[in-house]
């Protein structure tokens, strides 16, 4: 299996300039390829009715160690369920990573992105590969470019990392890559929490077939002046977000306009995926979100994203499909939509919708 994942060519994405560096040059406004036209809805103001929204937050203690039974424990399975179904982002507290741990983890990130600009090239991406500082899904030199500086890199499974990338990440960093299992044994209790409150038993293969993946992955973003970055979903099944600084920016679209997700101390925004949204048969939704930034202030966080096992095929649960008589989504290997995520340019929930049939193909699907 793993000599399969080895094989696996994730596509590349065109290399761009530094924004640090470009944001360093005496600039009065932002060049024209990072301006975008925003022509939605606007972010929500105190003078809207629904300005006190805000997304749900849930305590990882109270749900994993309570016992099951109870009335407190159901209630907390309750909100996850209801945030994941209408919201598909959440904030979770007492999740069990200490505080310590976040902070130097914190204070690593924040040095990485100083780098002199000499070391950070030895970490550049490559002409075929999307690892590494630059941006991604950047296909066409006309493309509009987000105004920031990005670093992914795969983390695990252990035989897919690029060991010129992991051997030039300076030491602690590092060792503070390999720490990520807390973060993964997060994202495995609550994928397991799953097939709990979608109510089916066969359901639960399918969804831990996101849990065996291991297939995580670190993108670590540093965000500067006053424009914003393109919507988007994510493709896999969670993805688990760490707001270093108090900087406001991640703002998630809910019932046609943009709330704004307000960083809490040392607690993890966790949203739904493309994948996790096929395999509940739309039961959970893949909710657009996109970052805005101030002109005086960077952002910085560190998003693991949590995908399903590249050998697995993805597609609806089959006793959702049964229960909900239809299908609303294809079946495909999960390597070919992986790869087909990374080859189109990304906005919108373009790659959620590829993967939607049309209602004329509904009926043929029902199991």
């Known amino acids: 299996m793993e000599n399969q994942n080895e094989a696996i060519n994730f596509g590349r994405s065109l290399i761009v300039p530094s924004v640090q560096e470009l944001a360093k040059q005496s600039i009065t406004k932002i060049p024209p390829r990072y301006v975008r036209q925003d022509h939605q809805k606007p972010l929500l103001t105190s003078s809207d009715h629904t300005s006190t929204l805000s997304v749900p937050v849930i305590d990882l203690h109270t749900l994993f160690a309570t016992a099951s039974g109870s009335s407190t424990y159901s209630s907390e399975l309750n909100k996850l369920h209801t945030a994941a179904k209408e919201w598909g982002f959440f904030q979770v507290i007492n999740h069990g990573i200490s505080e310590s741990l976040l902070e130097d983890f914190k204070r690593e ?27 991604l899904f950047v296909v066409s030199d006309e493309q509009k470019l987000d105004w920031c500086d990005l670093f992914y890199i795969f983390t695990l499974p252990h035989n897919l990392r690029k060991s010129r990338l992991f051997q030039n990440l300076p030491p602690i960093l590092r060792l503070n890559v390999w720490k990520q299992k807390a973060a993964s044994e997060k994202a495995d209790k609550m994928t397991k929490s799953s097939p709990t409150i979608l109510q089916t038993k066969k359901s639960h293969k399918l969804l831990l077939s996101i849990q065996n993946g291991k297939n995580g992955q670190r993108e670590v973003g540093s965000l500067h002046c006053g424009n914003e970055k393109a919507s988007k979903s994510h493709l896999g099944g969670l993805t688990i977000l760490y707001q270093l600084n108090e900087t ?74 049964a229960q909900h008589k239809v299908a609303n989504f294809q079946r495909v290997p999960f390597v070919e939509y992986y790869k087909g995520f990374f080859a189109r340019k990304l906005e919108g929930k373009s790659n959620l919708e590829f993967m939607r049939l049309e209602v004329e193909e509904l009926k043929e699907k029902v199991v």
């Open 109 to 135: 990130v924040f040095s990485f992105f100083k780098l002199p600009i000499e070391e950070k090239q030895k970490l550049w991406q490559e002409e075929d590969s999307q690892e590494g500082f630059g941006q």
């Open 248 to 321: 406001e920016g991640l703002q998630v679209r809910k019932n046609g306009n943009w709330v704004s997700v307000k960083p809490l101390p040392n607690a993890l925004v966790v949203n739904i995926g493309d994948a996790m949204e096929i395999i509940s048969n739309g039961v959970y939704k893949s909710i657009e979100h996109r970052v805005t930034v101030q002109s005086n202030k960077e952002r910085l966080s560190v998003a693991t994203f949590y995908v399903p096992n590249m050998t697995k095929e993805l597609g609806p649960a089959h006793s959702l499909v």
